[in-house]
Nanobody, 120 residues
C-alpha cells in the first residue's frame, strides 16, 4: 500500500527554522507533483508550495523568500525548509502527491499531517 510518511514538525520560536520531510512509501510507477499544504484552526487548507517532477516550484505569497521546497527523486522524498518562521505559520502541515501506481492509474495522496507551532 502506497502512503506518504511525514516527519519534522515541532515547536519553534519566531525567527527559527524547521525542515519537514515526506517520503512516498511503497511501490509506485511514477511521481508527478508533490507539495505541502497547511491548515490553521478555523481556516481552510491552503497550498504552501509545490514542485513538479522536473523541479519547477510554486509558492504561496506569504512564504516566498522564507520557505524552500525541494525533492529527491531517488528517495521519493519531498522537503520543506522553513526559515524565519512567524506565529502565523502555525498550522498542521500536510504533504500531497500526485502519482501513478501503474502506468494507467493516477491518484492523489495525503500525508497524516504534522503540527508546526511557532511561538512569539
Amino acid at each position: 500500500q502506497v502512503q506518504l510518511v511525514e516527519s519534522g514538525g515541532g515547536l519553534v520560536q519566531a525567527g527559527g527554522s524547521l525542515r519537514l520531510s515526506c517520503k512516498v512509501s511503497g511501490s509506485v510507477f511514477s511521481i508527478n507533483s508533490m507539495g505541502w499544504y497547511r491548515q490553521a484552526p478555523g481556516k481552510q487548507r491552503e497550498l504552501v508550495a509545490d514542485i513538479t517532477s522536473g523541479g519547477s516550484t510554486d509558492y504561496a505569497d506569504s512564504v516566498k523568500g522564507r520557505f524552500t521546497i525541494s525533492r529527491d527523486n531517488a528517495k521519493n522524498t519531498v522537503y520543506l525548509q522553513m526559515n524565519s518562521l512567524k506565529p502565523d505559520d502555525t498550522a498542521v502541515y500536510y504533504c500531497n502527491a500526485y502519482l501513478r501506481t501503474t502506468s494507467w492509474s493516477r491518484t492523489q495522496l495525503w500525508g497524516q499531517g504534522t503540527q508546526v507551532t511557532v511561538s512569539s
